[in-house]
């Protein structure tokens, strides 16, 4: 049940568990996200007040008007409306849908229209069934499923804006804590952005089916430091590591059909189908947040994607033990 | 009013073999019948889609769940949305449609009825076409069966690239031919409420569940035919070479959302507006009091008719559509909640200084009234289009649209069954198994639908086959899955009172709830030409003015 009480609890307590896995749309932790918030409360209490009141007139009317052995027998008035009436519940809804309106408006605006700012970080996301291809086209990066951008503070920001592709069909952004969904389109660029205001792990998923696994279009975005950011960065630029020790699961990879889908910088292998393994190691978990990145996972991965995720587009690669150990041993030295 | 309440004598029924019987059904132009047969063949997909629904929430009781496949998953929730949109909701609307509208406006039939059995059976093939794709959607690809396209097909799921085989062809076959079936039907209501109203019967008199049938009626032809245009698009884009929805060569994903759409957002008023009739109906006659503001309802449908026309892009918020556009759709959606706050109270207003009797239509119809103001405030809250950035596509819409369909339009035809039933086979519903069925249902509708706005709150997306454990929604699908099962338990209790009173019930005669309409002044059943004489009307409320010759409504109207 701590589901439902992270709904009550004020953003504050939720930001202690920098960890959590829990994504209410009601702890943002950046700038559109707390807007969005803000509206959202302010169309709530409205509704809420419509709601008391007209929720009170049925009741009451229930109650009062019910009929009993007394008058039973005999029919009430019979009233036909009032124009007096009818004029007033017009007219106020009028004026509250004229609030609300002004309200929404006002933050589509501040978020939609937003203007880039010199030191924001340009990612163009790319959506793929079933998986997640990130490009920083500025600092030459191609990574997949887990979005690293830098914390923003007030003095110094650095927003992250995203642009918004689809390989194939639909899919959208969506990670609740950061800012609202944005479809991924085909032939229909878009764009959204976000500020954070915190540092740590934001989940979220995507949100327009997709096929078959949709539910395993897993979105993690690690916000880091600025020190920790440059760091990755840095990290990503190099080319892939060149280990003589696994010389033989390199031979593997290469020269069978991974390389037709996957890319491993510096080598043979620029598929793009798939995601990006040249630091294939620097992520976390792997098949989109499917699974943690252990190597019994990325053994099973390897061997027989549909025991992770069933309907993949990832084939099972259908390689002897001993080539898929050192397939495996290989995929392990890319940091 | 020239004709009294005229009884006609219980006609001699003779002992007739059953090919006879069913030849009768099959051949039969009589409006009367051909309702029942709408109605009846949407009971049967409501338990088709309901049993959809219960495998969904089997698979969703638990995170990492294997009950079944994703492929099946998606199957289920493609064939859940179109199954209770297309062939439960409108066919069972058509059906009372069918049935009530000449009864109340004192016509012998329906305009065309060789139209109406055409539509009906166009309707009903389309049905049984969707359901064929289980056995002949792989074709000769052996990919699959059975669209798993989700019910709004977005482009590019339905080209043949990401669906091989013909379970896509079913679905665009099956709703092209069930839109004709629409259009027919339509146009015979159009035809009915405009050219055939008995004497005295003008447009301002007629009762309100024919005005918003008209409005209705109307909406169903300007709706469907862009969807049917779509289909079309469709299947030349996937047999012709042809390019609209095909991203890959140029074509437009959003140009399908905007087709889709126009026709899917009147929808839900295409729905929810013949349920608005039958709440005109029932709270008027169980509060014993004429409806409050008939010509404010009559002019707050009609708004709400064009406004509905103007909302669609609402559910595209996310689809990064400019400031502009996403504002305009804001405020045209919550231009919405005007003329339906007037209806909610106006219904309202019926009940103020009424002798509300607590029978079963009117039990239903006050837990219409209910969750339609938090349908309708949700809907407020999902006009809002940065809240809706959050919200949509998450569990928290699912629960809102389902707070629409099942807290209202289902509640609403369930008072209509309980009140027209007995019109239409001469005997009541039990009260004893009716209030059964009123109170598990809405127990079982409150712990689904409440509990589900939450993990949309909390970032569950819809249309997931499972979830991860550590995401805090395991709890709350669980009470979602168990009160979709009291539903189903209630729908039992429902059909066991469907047929259990069909024989032991209690004789209805003409006229059971003191009613005050031009139905409740024929026999129960009626005979297949409705009146022996064709009525006269003085008033909204014709057998009011029979039953009260001292003080008839013809005196304020």
Known sequence: MFALWSLLLPPQVLAEHSRSPITSIFAPESTPAKSIVNLSVFVLIITGIIFAVVCTLLVYSISKFRANSANADREPAQVYGSNQIEMAWTIIPVLIVVVLFLATARVIHAIQDALEPAGAIEVTAIGHQYWWEFRYPKLGIVTANELHIPVTDRSHPTPTFLQLLSADTDHSFWVPELAGKTDLIPNHLNRMWMDPHRTGIFLGQCAQYCGTQHAKMLLRISVDTPQDFEAWVRGQQQPAVQDPSVTTGRRVFEHTACINCHTVSGTPADGRFGPDLTHLMSRTTIAAGAAENTPENLRLWIQAPGKIKPGSLMPAMKLSDADLDTVVHYMRTLR | ?557
């Open chain 2, 1 to 557: 009013m020239s004709s009294d309440a005229i009884t006609i004598p219980a006609l001699q029924v003779q002992e007739k073999p059953w090919v006879d019987t069913l030849h009768e059904w099959v051949t039969t132009v009589d409006h009367k019948r051909l309702g029942i047969l709408y109605i009846s063949y949407a009971l049967v997909f409501l338990v088709f889609g309901g049993v959809e629904a219960l495998i969904i929430r089997i698979q969703l009781m638990h995170s990492h769940n294997d009950f079944v496949s994703p492929q099946v998953f998606n199957r289920m929730f493609t064939m859940h949305g179109t199954t209770m949109i297309f062939f439960v909701a409108m066919p069972i609307l058509f059906g009372f449609a069918n049935y009530l509208v000449p009864l109340m406006i004192g016509a012998r039939d329906m305009a065309f009825p060789r139209l109406n059995a055409f539509s009906f059976w166009l309707s009903a093939f389309s049905g049984f076409l969707l359901y064929f794709s289980f056995l002949g959607g792989s074709g000769l690809y052996g990919a699959g069966n059975a669209p798993d396209v989700g019910w709004w097909s977005y482009a590019p799921l339905t080209a043949r690239a990401f669906s091989p085989g013909h379970s896509s062809d079913y679905w665009t076959l099956a709703l092209l031919a069930s839109g004709f079936g629409s259009i027919g039907t339509a146009i015979n209501i159009l035809a009915t409420i405009l050219c055939l109203r008995c004497p005295g019967m003008k447009l301002n008199r007629m009762p309100l569940l024919a005005w918003l049938n008209l409005v209705m009626a109307g909406m169903v032809l300007i709706a469907i035919t862009p969807l049917s245009a779509a289909q079309i698009m469709l299947l030349i884009d996937r047999y012709l070479g042809g390019h609209f929805f095909d991203a890959q060569a140029g074509g437009s994903a959003v140009l399908w959302m905007h087709f889709f759409w126009i026709f899917g957002h009147p929808e839900v008023y295409i729905l929810i507006i013949p349920c608005f009739a039958f709440m005109s109906e029932v709270v008027p006659v169980f509060s014993r009091k004429p409806i409050f503001g008939y010509p404010v309802m009559v002019a707050a449908t009609v708004s709400l008719g064009f406004v509905s026309l103007s909302v669609w892009a609402h559910h595209m918020f996310t689809v990064g559509m400019n400031s502009y556009a996403n504002s305009f759709f804001a405020i045209t959606s919550m231009v919405v909640g005007i003329p339906t706050g007037i209806k909610i109270f106006n219904w309202i207003g019926t009940m103020w200084g009424g002798r509300i009797q607590l029978k079963t239509p009117m039990l239903f119809s006050i837990g219409f009234l209910f969750q339609f103001l938090i349908a309708g405030l949700t809907g407020i809250m999902l006009a809002a289009a940065p809240f809706d950035w959050q919200l949509s596509l998450s569990y928290f819409v699912v629960a809102h649209f389902h707070y629409v369909i099942v807290g209202g339009i289902l509640f609403a035809l369930f008072a209509a069954f309980y009140y027209w039933y007995p019109k239409m086979t001469g005997r009541m519903l039990s009260e004893r198994l009716g209030k059964w069925h009123f109170w598990l249902f809405l127990i079982g509708f409150h712990m689904t639908f409440d509990v589900m706005h939450i993990p949309g709150l909390l970032g569950m997306p819809r249309r997931i086959y499972t979830y991860e454990p550590d995401r805090g929604w395991d709890t709350l699908n669980l009470i979602v899955s168990i009160g979709a099962f009291i539903q189903g338990v209630a729908i039992l209790v429902f059909v066991w009172n469907l047929i259990s009173s069909y024989f032991n019930g209690a004789n209805a005669g003409n006229d059971p709830w003191d009613a005050w309409t031009l139905e409740w002044s024929t026999s129960s059943p009626p005979p297949p030409y409705n009146f022996a004489t064709i009525p006269v009307v003085a008033s909204r409320r014709p057998l009011w003015d029979l039953k009260h010759p001292e003080d008839p409504d013809s005196l304020y109207e």
